[in-house]
């Protein structure tokens, strides 16, 4: 069993940045990929970026050359770095493992919330 805990989310002005950590328990981690999804209002949760487990990187379109997923198996550890950030963008976050660029494996965090207002 895999756990999961987000960090880094919080209030920021539309072009700010924030970069969003997810914590995972248990040594298998490295053996996951990893994901961090969204939800906004109303809406869909819906992927933002892919990691596999060598490091390689799928991102969603409204993410592409703003935000960059990234993960430190030494740390268990997988980020992501939003930049450029636009109202838009807000929504919860959540990080997930196990999964595939085509829906999600079943470990979740608890999200955390990202606020892009002026």
């Known amino acids: 069993q895999v756990q999961l805990v987000e960090s880094g989310g919080g209030s920021v002005q539309p072009g700010g940045s924030l970069k969003l950590s997810c914590a995972a328990s248990?040594?298998?981690?490295?053996?996951?990929?990893g994901a961090w999804y969204r939800q906004a209002p109303g809406k869909q949760r819906e992927l933002v970026a892919f990691?596999?487990?060598?490091?390689?990187?799928i991102y969603a379109d409204s993410a592409k050359g703003r935000f960059t997923i990234s993960r430190d198996n030494a740390k268990n550890t997988v980020y992501l770095e939003m930049n450029s950030l636009k109202p838009e963008d807000t929504a919860v976050y959540y990080c997930?493992?196990?999964?595939?660029?085509?829906?999600?494996?079943?470990?979740w965090g608890q999200g955390t919330q990202v606020t892009v207002s002026s």
């Open positions: 990691i596999t487990r060598s490091g390689s990187a």
């Open positions: 997930n493992a196990g999964g595939l660029p085509g829906g999600p494996g079943r470990h």
């Open positions: 248990g040594s298998t981690f490295r053996l996951y990929a």
